[in-house]
C-alpha cells in the first residue's frame, strides 16, 4: 500500500517526514490511516511535484553604510 504521510514517523526502517510518499505492509497503511498520520495514495492522486522551497528576499541592514 502507497501513503502519504501527515505526520512524521522514526523508527528502525527509518525516518519519514510529513508529505513523503512511501511503500508499507497493508496492515500497517490501515493502522497509519486509522490514526490520521497518513492517507492513502491511488495512481490518479500520485502527482509527483517538485519540492516546495520558500524564496527569502534578503534582509534589509539597520544602521549607516560602512566603508
Known amino acids: 500500500m502507497r501513503v502519504k504521510m501527515l ?4 523508527g528502525p526502517d527509518g525516518n519519514f517526514a ?11 497503511g490501515r493502522q497509519l490511516i486509522a490514526g490520521n498520520h497518513a492517507v492513502m495514495v491511488t495512481p490518479e492522486t500520485a502527482i509527483i511535484s517538485p519540492e516546495e522551497t ?11 553604510k560602512r566603508k
Open 18 to 28: 510529513i508529505g513523503e510518499h512511501r511503500d508499507v505492509a497493508d496492515d500497517h
Open 7 to 10: 505526520s512524521c514517523e522514526c
Open 54 to 64: 520558500a524564496v527569502l528576499d534578503a534582509p534589509e541592514t539597520r544602521g549607516r
